[in-house]
């Protein structure tokens, strides 16, 4: 790939690979492509470091000991990019690469179970196959400012959201568009302590908050992740998208069950949360969960999971802990089964800080308008009160049918947040974006949480033209637009006359 094109690279590539997929689902070819990138990665940061053992007398480039130190895989010989690329254009190749991951997987404990093994079957076309491993063997990652490492990594995280558009509904179930994640990162600040997320698809919060450590100076040391995937595919997803960055993944789990009815951090209390978990779920287990120690705020019903969700979350939040999690916009208001209990009493023991309304056309998986929640167990300031942020005109079309947030409206809604929190001095209401609501305020409004209903109608502003000019202008268009259509009428009605017809 020319070197020209590398403000683009991932649209590039992504556009290259997709030309070789053929007839393929893009369920299924994502895992050949991301797979490939996987390996075409951590055969790379292999071979740089084997080619400076190999320089070092005193050092063995054949010692896993020396890659286990440097927290690099080690990769086992016929599993290395060289030799796959060299073979590239054998009829065996499918058959060649599932034998590298299984050489992989037995020199890696920690990716025991997670690298897949379906390039040997049938409908992928080994012609293609080749192409896409000459394709990703030709990207001139050095012609980059950035480590190989740190561009393989965004372009896993872009091919990711690639796919999610291209399968539509499934895609969104291993995917949180990066706006989302990153808005949310930036408004709980995850500097230092256990992260957490019991839906945790394909790892997006887990990195948006280790880019976030970076990006602030902090140190990555400082944070440690769990997390919880019922999919089992989506899971491995995850630990390639962790492993790729070097974050360790050694508490995030997978099993059918789910973290409802197998929670596989029963004891946490995390410092932040962070989840998209499905919205609306039907059938999460209500039945075998009656007295769970969970739903301190009532019992959730059974055909809805959201306020299953947002408890199960509270009840893993440490007591000064933040979590953030995006739900459907029917959480605000809805009073089925129960639902407007449990929001009354959220409120009344004062735990939900901030609701911020999202646009229409952010998620790949669903129309449903949704909206992010923010609660705290133990609120340091500002008690009693709620901020409502109406952010559903904010964002710009990224395609036609998907809407993305901005960095500037990522940086309005967070520094709204912050300030309301932090610096009370510098906040204040704006008619239509936000509003600090008191108690007393949400209880006139039946414990209602939709911003729309706190923040009002955002004011038009005054064009300077006098209101006469306005209706003198409106007439006039008017009038031309009925002579035009008295015209059309008489065209019409002598064209039928032609033929025989009155009107």
């Given at each position: 790939?020319?070197?020209?094109?590398?403000?683009?690279?991932?649209?590039?590539?992504?556009?290259?690979?997709?030309?070789?997929?053929?007839?393929?689902?893009?369920?299924?070819?994502?895992?050949?492509?991301?797979?490939?990138?996987?390996?075409?990665?951590?055969?790379?940061?292999?071979?740089?470091?084997?080619?400076?053992?190999a320089q070092d007398e005193f050092s063995d480039p054949?010692?896993?000991?020396?890659?286990?130190?440097?927290?690099?895989?080690?990769?086992?010989?016929?599993?290395?990019?060289?030799?796959?690329?060299?073979?590239?254009?054998?009829?065996?190749?499918?058959?060649?690469?599932?034998?590298?991951?299984?050489?992989?997987?037995?020199?890696?404990?920690?990716?025991?179970?997670?690298?897949?093994?379906?390039?040997?079957?049938?409908?992928?076309?080994?012609?293609?196959?080749?192409?896409?491993?000459?394709?990703?063997?030709?990207?001139?990652?050095?012609?980059?400012?950035?480590?190989?490492?740190?561009?393989?990594?965004?372009?896993?995280?872009?091919?990711?959201?690639?796919?999610?558009?291209?399968?539509?509904?499934?895609?969104?179930?291993?995917?949180?568009?990066?706006?989302?994640?990153?808005?949310?990162?930036?408004?709980?600040?995850?500097?230092?302590?256990?992260?957490?997320?019991?839906?945790?698809?394909?790892?997006?919060?887990?990195?948006?908050?280790?880019?976030?450590?970076?990006?602030?100076?902090?140190?990555?040391?400082?944070?440690?992740?769990?997390?919880?995937?019922?999919?089992?595919?989506?899971?491995?997803?995850?630990?390639?998208?962790?492993?790729?960055?070097?974050?360790?993944?050694?508490?995030?789990?997978?099993?059918?069950?789910?973290?409802?009815?197998?929670?596989?951090?029963?004891?946490?209390?995390?410092?932040?949360?962070?989840?998209?978990?499905p919205f609306n779920q039907s059938d999460w287990g209500?039945?075998?969960?009656?007295?769970?120690?969970?739903?301190?705020?009532?019992?959730?019903?059974?055909?809805?999971?959201?306020?299953?969700?947002?408890?199960?979350?509270?009840?893993?939040?440490?007591?000064?802990?933040?979590?953030?999690?995006?739900?459907?916009?029917?959480?605000?208001?809805?009073?089925?089964?129960?639902?407007?209990?449990?929001?009354?009493?959220?409120?009344?023991?004062?735990?939900?800080?901030?609701?911020?309304?999202?646009?229409?056309?952010?998620?790949?998986?669903?129309?449903?308008?949704?909206?992010?929640?923010?609660?705290?167990?133990?609120?340091?300031?500002?008690?009693?009160?709620?901020?409502?942020?109406?952010?559903?005109?904010?964002?710009?079309?990224?395609?036609?049918?998907?809407?993305?947030?901005?960095?500037?409206?990522?940086?309005?809604?967070?520094?709204?947040?912050?300030?309301?929190?932090?610096?009370?001095?510098?906040?204040?209401?704006?008619?239509?974006?936000?509003?600090?609501?008191?108690?007393?305020?949400?209880?006139?409004?039946?414990?209602?949480?939709?911003?729309?209903?706190?923040?009002?109608?955002?004011?038009?502003?005054?064009?300077?033209?006098?209101?006469?000019?306005?209706?003198?202008?409106?007439?006039?268009?008017?009038?031309?637009?009925?002579?035009?259509?008295?015209?059309?009428?008489?065209?019409?009605?002598?064209?039928?006359?032609?033929?025989?017809?009155?009107?």
């Amino acid at each position: 790939m020319p070197k020209e094109q590398n403000g683009n690279f991932e649209a590039q590539l992504f556009k290259a690979a997709d030309k070789l997929r053929k007839n393929i689902d893009a369920a299924e070819y994502k895992h050949v492509v991301l797979w490939l990138i996987f390996l075409k990665y951590i055969s790379e940061s292999f071979e740089e470091l084997y080619h400076k053992l190999a320089q070092d007398e005193f050092s063995d480039p054949e010692d896993r000991d020396e890659y286990i130190a440097k927290n690099i895989f080690f990769v086992p010989e016929q599993a290395r990019w060289s030799s796959i690329q060299a073979k590239a254009r054998l009829p065996t190749i499918g058959q060649e690469l599932d034998t590298a991951m299984e050489a992989i997987e037995k020199e890696n404990p920690e990716l025991r179970g997670v690298l897949p093994k379906v390039f040997g079957k049938p409908n992928l076309d080994k012609t293609s196959l080749g192409q896409l491993i000459d394709l990703i063997s030709n990207t001139e990652l050095k012609a980059t400012s950035e480590n190989s490492k740190d561009l393989f990594g965004r372009v896993y995280e872009y091919f990711l959201g690639e796919f999610a558009n291209a399968e539509g509904k499934k895609g969104g179930q291993f995917y949180t568009p990066k706006s989302i994640v990153k808005l949310m990162v930036e408004m709980i600040e995850p500097y230092k302590g256990r992260v957490y997320d019991p839906a945790c698809g394909s790892g997006g919060m887990f990195v948006m908050s280790e880019k976030f450590v970076q990006e602030h100076q902090g140190n990555i040391a400082d944070i440690t992740i769990y997390g919880q995937e019922s999919n089992q595919t989506t899971w491995k997803l995850c630990k390639m998208n962790l492993a790729i960055r070097h974050i360790n993944s050694k508490f995030v789990a997978w099993n059918t069950e789910g973290s409802f009815l197998k929670d596989a951090h029963p004891d946490l209390k995390a410092d932040y949360i962070l989840a998209n978990p499905p919205f609306n779920q039907s059938d999460w287990g209500q039945d075998m969960l009656q007295d769970d120690a969970r739903w301190t705020y009532g019992l959730p019903p059974a055909g809805n999971a959201n306020f299953a969700w947002m408890q199960h979350m509270l009840y893993h939040l440490a007591p000064h802990g933040v979590m953030a999690t995006v739900l459907a916009n029917g959480s605000l208001s809805s009073n089925t089964s129960g639902e407007g209990e449990i929001r009354k009493h959220l409120i009344q023991n004062d735990v939900v800080e901030c609701i911020v309304a999202l646009p229409k056309q952010l998620f790949y998986n669903t129309g449903i308008p949704a909206c992010i929640w923010f609660l705290r167990r133990e609120k340091q300031t500002r008690k009693n009160e709620i901020l409502f942020i109406d952010a559903s005109e904010m964002g710009f079309l990224k395609d036609r049918v998907h809407r993305e947030f901005s960095d500037e409206d990522i940086k309005k809604i967070s520094e709204t947040y912050h300030n309301w929190r932090k610096h009370p001095d510098q906040y204040q209401d704006i008619k239509g974006f936000c509003t600090s609501a008191k108690r007393e305020d949400v209880e006139k409004h039946g414990f209602v949480l939709t911003p729309g209903r706190y923040v009002g109608i955002k004011e038009v502003e005054d064009d300077g033209i006098p209101f006469e000019e306005k209706m003198e202008k409106l007439t006039h268009t008017l009038k031309e637009q009925f002579a035009k259509e008295e015209v059309m009428n008489a065209e019409i009605k002598k064209q039928l006359a032609k033929i025989g017809f009155s009107m």
